[in-house]
T-cell receptor, first 111, second 115 residues
């Protein structure tokens, strides 16, 4: 069974304090790994898609990386507006399977 | 380009009633998926529709159903509501079926409270 585990569950950072969020996955062949950001009361907002180990993508203060077993979302010099829940999801390459989501990491950035 | 639109945004229903939620996908997207999000379980896949056909179904009871129209708009229905159905219901659309590896884009969700 495809599984996604995100850690930590919650993370509190001071403004400017860089850190990383982890997404460990077990999937029978990876078709894609997705990162989303979700603000309270809103739907998830797409951030990145990664397809193969070694791939990296960046957007502003965020950088996502992928290995064969996990993905990291690196946040460099975060600002209070980066506070949100970050969700990771995987899609298996076998069959017509939907995305499987982790439970997310709730990030709080304090000014 | 307009995003995924869900209506209504908030609703309160009584146990035993039924509810219908609506979703308009991004223009040109033919796949619509529905997810249930609760604090304890996270995002759980309900079903996916592509070109008016159900492509995939999650592990939910038959009280949860959906359909897709020829214009790609979708509705989901929950009958005989239970307290545990209280959740944020999210609709997502993509150009092709989820199985093709396409990115899915979410709407703002419909908050359902069952009392």
């Amino acid at each position: 069974e495809d599984q996604v585990t995100q850690s930590p569950e919650a993370l509190r950072l001071q403004e400017g304090e860089s850190s990383s969020l982890n997404c460990s996955y077990t999937v029978s062949g990876l078709r894609g790994l997705f990162w989303y950001r979700q603000d309270p009361g809103k739907g998830p907002e797409f951030l990145f898609t990664l397809y193969s180990a070694g791939e990296e993508k960046e957007k502003e203060r965020l950088k996502a990386t992928l290995t064969k077993k996990e993905s990291f979302l690196h946040i460099t010099a975060p600002k209070p507006e980066d506070s949100a829940t970050y969700l990771c999801a995987v899609q298996a390459s076998s069959g017509n399977t939907p995305l499987v989501f982790g439970k997310g990491t709730r990030l709080s950035v304090i000014a | 380009k307009a995003g995924v639109t869900q209506t209504p945004r908030y609703l309160i229903k009584t146990r035993g009633q039924q509810v219908t939620l609506s979703c308009s996908p991004i223009s040109g997207h033919r796949s619509v998926s529905w997810y249930q999000q609760t604090p304890g379980q996270g995002l759980q896949f309900l079903f996916e529709y592509f070109s008016e056909t159900q492509r995939n179904k999650g592990n939910f009871p038959g009280r949860f159903s959906g359909r897709q129209f020829s214009n790609s708009r979708s509705e989901m229905n929950v009958s005989t509501l239970e307290l545990g159905d209280s959740a944020l219901y999210l609709c997502a659309s993509s150009t092709n079926s989820q199985g093709a590896g396409n990115t899915i884009y979410f709407g703002e969700g419909s908050w359902l409270t069952v009392v």
